[in-house]
């Protein structure tokens, strides 16, 4: 990653409206997004709409960005489009409820031949709930400190490190159940 300083200069260019700024800064953070909305949803169109999304916030909002972590401040609102990306999501669980019922139904002939640990991981990271899968995603796939996620959440680093130690442990669990 850049320095702090050339950060600094990135960001102030993409303040004064400068292309090539943007496309800097979108350079430096795209696959760490991209990982976070993978992990979070396990689908590559969505994370892919939700980078997206992402990127015309930030051409939106970067003059609501203050001194800081530019990081904290560019992943919670990856975080705040995530949620609004649930909700969304929540409207039309009913047709998703559905859909999954028959992709379960037209998957079940047999046993899978493929031991892919991380589709396996992929789906036990579906199991969890929202947060704990948010929490993980955030300090495992997006290298966020715990500092920074409990700067970014507004909560108690050790609120933020049992959260995330018992969500490891659930993870731990489900992954060794046959």
């Not at 993409?14 to 800064?25: I, P």
Request: aromatic share 10%; with cysteine; glycine share 4%.
């Amino acid at each position: 990653m850049d320095t702090a300083e050339n950060l600094s200069e990135i960001i102030d260019g993409c303040r004064n409206r400068q292309n090539k700024a943007f496309s800097h800064l979108i350079d430096i953070y795209a696959n760490r997004l991209y990982g976070y909305f993978y992990r979070l949803t396990g689908r590559a169109d969505v994370s892919e709409e939700l980078l997206s999304e992402v990127f015309l916030k930030l051409v939106e909002k970067i003059d609501s960005y203050r001194d800081g972590s530019f990081d904290i401040w560019l992943f919670r609102v990856a975080t705040n489009v995530f949620r609004d990306y649930l909700r969304t999501r929540r409207r039309e669980k009913k047709f998703l409820v559905w859909k999954e019922r028959q992709m379960l139904i037209s998957s079940q002939p047999g046993p899978s031949t493929t031991d892919d640990t991380a589709d396996i991981l992929q789906g036990n990271l579906e199991k969890l709930d929202e947060e704990t899968r948010e929490l993980l995603v955030m300090r495992y796939y997006s290298q966020l400190s715990f500092k920074q996620i409990a700067q970014m959440r507004s909560e108690p680093i050790g609120t933020v490190l049992s959260k995330v130690h018992r969500g490891l442990k659930k993870l731990r669990e489900l992954m060794t159940k046959p």
